[in-house]
T-cell receptor
Framework: EDQVTQSPEALRLQEGESSSLNCSYT??????LFWYRQDPGKGPEFLFT???AGEEKEKERLKATLTKKESFLHITAPKPEDSATYLCAVQAGGGSYIPTFGRGTSLIVHP | NAGVTQTPKFQVLKTGQSMTLQCAQDMNHEYMSWYRQDPGMGLRLIHYSVGAGITDQGEVPNGYNVSRSTTEDFPLRLLSAAPSQTSVYFCASSYSMGGLYEQYFGPGTRLTVT
């Protein structure tokens, strides 16, 4: 059974204090790993897709990396507007369409 | 494009009542899904569809029905509401990008069953 575990569950940072969120996974043949951002009261919003170990993607202050067992979402010099819940999901190979989601990391950035 | 739209935004039901949550997308995506999101449980898949006329069950399908008569619409029906169905419901659509399916979510429907 595919599993996705995100840590920590919650993270509080001061503005400008860089940190990383972790997504560890077990899946039968990873097809792709996704990161989403979810603001309170809204639906998740797609951020990145990572396809293979060693790959990196960047968007503003966010950088996602992927290894064979986990992915990291690095947040550099965060701002209060980066506060959100970040969700990780994996899609298995073999023609699977259904992703498996982690429970998310709630990030709060204090000014 | 409006993307994925959901109605209503909020709904209160009494136990035993039925209702339909509406979902529509204007991106011509083949794939559509319904999730529920509960505190500490993450997103759980209820039902999904790989095209008009084709639906299948997800992780938590009991108490819910779906149909997909058009590419654009994917309504979720609660047959007889129960307090355990109090949740936030998200509809999502996606299409294949080389076998990968990035999901586009609607704004959600917050349902309370009393």
């Amino acid at each position: 059974e595919d599993q996705v575990t995100q840590s920590p569950e919650a993270l509080r940072l001061q503005e400008g204090e860089s940190s990383s969120l972790n997504c560890s996974y077990t899946v039968s043949g990873l097809r792709g790993l996704f990161w989403y951002r979810q603001d309170p009261g809204k639906g998740p919003e797609f951020l990145f897709t990572l396809y293979s170990a060693g790959e990196e993607k960047e968007k503003e202050r966010l950088k996602a990396t992927l290894t064979k067992k986990e992915s990291f979402l690095h947040i550099t010099a965060p701002k209060p507007e980066d506060s959100a819940t970040y969700l990780c999901a994996v899609q298995a190979g073999g023609g699977s369409y259904i992703p498996t989601f982690g429970r998310g990391t709630s990030l709060i950035v204090h000014p | 494009n409006a993307g994925v739209t959901q109605t209503p935004k909020f709904q209160v039901l009494k136990t035993g009542q039925s209702m339909t949550l509406q979902c529509a997308q204007d991106m011509n995506h083949e794939y559509m899904s319904w999730y529920r999101q509960d505190p500490g449980m993450g997103l759980r898949l209820i039902h999904y569809s790989v095209g008009a006329g084709i639906t299948d069950q997800g992780e938590v399908p009991n108490g819910y029905n779906v149909s997909r008569s058009t590419t654009e619409d994917f309504p979720l029906r609660l047959l007889s509401a129960a307090p355990s169905q109090t949740s936030v419901y998200f509809c999502a659509s996606s299409y294949s990008m080389g076998g990968l399916y990035e999901q586009y979510f609607g704004p959600g429907t917050r349902l309370t069953v009393t």
